[in-house]
């Protein structure tokens, strides 16, 4: 009588069935290592990319007692049309738990998408309706020309049909869009300006136009999308300067950082930067802040959550 035939797996595999599946350390090595490697996919994907915080700082200007105490939301960087709008609302609402005196958004509120611009209205209708005293001030950033217009066709994006119908849709919101313009807020007898630089990537940025008439201890907030910009904007009279653009490189993997920012001052990539001051300028330094964001084209994040940031002005 013949053997009873052996299944293939049998024959080859018994060494490892008994190693991988008999052996109770390396199965629970084995578990271990998968689900490291799920977390590794899942968490990234699906998880940190709506892990935000609320950073607080305080901003040095040179401001009257009447603006110490002054709060400043700062966004940025939205890509309404990618980003979980549920999301965006739920930061947006804790933002207002803030009870902030100024909203600014330093671009990038949509992905260059039509379908974004609907979903857009209802976020900025929450802010708008908000009742902030001094209301809500955005700049454009690259996405909302085009994604990369300088390759593309320059300042031929502004006249993209989805780029004016996101300028009636703000405008009609009653948020305030600033290009290359100044916003002066008063209190008492107390001043500060808010400069708004236009995108640089479609060539709209006009520093000139945006600092006119502006002397060198007014206290000035810039507010500019790329970190790049600073690189241009030093010999103009600002103190502090708001940014985003970089997403703080988005995702950072251990001993490389960020593989890709687009962007040529790589070493701008999150948090505060400081330059010194123009020649009779009273404030210590300049401070430039690079935001690393609460949106995303790609939805991944890696040991660089999002955020969304209050500012607190001292008068110095």
Request: with cysteine; proline share 6%.
């Amino acid at each position: 009588m013949s053997a009873p035939r052996r299944r293939p797996f049998e024959i080859q595999g018994r060494w490892f069935e008994r190693l991988f599946l008999r052996n109770r350390a390396v199965n629970s090595l084995i578990s271990c290592a998968g689900k490291a490697f799920l977390s590794l996919l899942v968490y990234p994907r699906f998880v940190a990319p709506h892990r935000w915080s609320l950073t607080r700082y305080e901003l040095p200007l040179t401001v009257g007692k009447a603006f110490d105490g002054y709060r400043i939301v700062h966004l940025t960087d939205l890509h309404v049309g990618r980003t979980n709008t549920d999301y965006l609302d739920r930061v947006f609402r804790r933002c207002l738990m803030e009870k902030p005196d100024l909203v600014v958004i330093t671009g990038d509120l949509i992905d260059y998408e039509p379908h974004a611009l609907p979903l857009l209205r209802p976020l900025l209708k929450l802010l708008a309706d908000a009742r902030v005293p001094d209301g809500i001030t955005t700049i454009f950033g690259n996405h909302d020309y085009h994604e990369y217009s300088w390759r593309k066709v320059g300042k031929r994006s502004a006249h993209r049909a989805i780029n004016k119908r996101l300028v009636v849709l703000v405008e009609g919101l009653g948020v305030r869009l600033l290009r290359n313009e100044q916003l002066l807020l008063r209190r008492d007898d107390d001043r500060l300006v808010i400069v708004g630089l236009d995108e640089m990537w479609s060539d709209l940025a006009d520093a000139e136009a945006a600092f006119a008439g502006l002397g060198v201890n007014d206290p000035v907030l810039c507010l500019q999308h790329n970190p790049d910009g600073v690189e241009f904007l030093k010999p103009f009279p600002w103190q502090y300067m708001l940014t985003g653009h970089s997403h703080g490189g988005q995702a950072l993997l251990p001993g490389v950082g960020a593989l890709y920012v687009p962007m040529e001052h790589r070493e701008y990539l999150q948090g505060f930067f400081h330059f010194a001051p123009l020649e009779g300028q009273r404030v210590g330094r300049r401070t430039m802040f690079v935001s690393r964001g609460l949106g995303y084209s790609t939805p991944i994040r890696l040991r660089c959550p999002p955020e969304a940031t209050l500012f607190t002005v001292r008068s110095v």
